[in-house]
């Protein structure tokens, strides 16, 4: 059983980094709940931030200058070569993730994703409950 559980521990410390693949909502969120949420955008220089935080307001999130508040949405961009990623974090917990070569593919897929729908329909993620409540 010791050896099993071994095998297993190192099989999973071993394995490839992945992305959380995004899975597309029934009934995506409208451009009125898309807004509920400001969203600070992070990106390695200025001017990617002030491009990627354009696309997203032209989709409908409300985009903010400031450090977000809590309970509010923090959007990281990052590059993967060739790729570009969007984590999406609300209070440092992870709510999605997108991946795309272009900044409307993330805008897009963030824009349509069942996790997101699932943090504006639910008034963030159950682990923030706790938090949020004070």
């Not at 999130?61 to 309970?71: A, I, N």
């Not at 961009?77 to 070569?101: C, M, N, Q």
């Amino acid at each position: 059983m010791r050896r099993a559980l071994l095998v297993l521990t190192t099989a999973i410390a071993c394995a490839p980094p992945a992305h959380w693949p995004p899975r597309p909502a029934s009934k995506p969120p409208t451009p009125a709940e898309l807004a509920v949420y400001e969203v600070t955008v992070r990106a390695p220089d200025e001017a990617e931030r002030a491009a990627f935080a354009q696309v997203l307001a032209a989709r409908g999130f409300k985009v903010v200058d400031h450090d977000p508040y809590r309970g509010h949405l923090e959007l990281f961009l990052t590059h993967e070569s060739p790729a570009l990623v969007a984590t999406l974090r609300s209070d440092g917990w992870f709510v999605d993730e997108a991946v795309g070569t272009t900044y409307e593919d993330l805008a897009n897929t963030l824009a349509v994703s069942q996790r997101l729908t699932d943090f504006i329909r639910n008034s963030g993620l159950p682990q923030q409950y706790p938090i949020l409540s004070h």
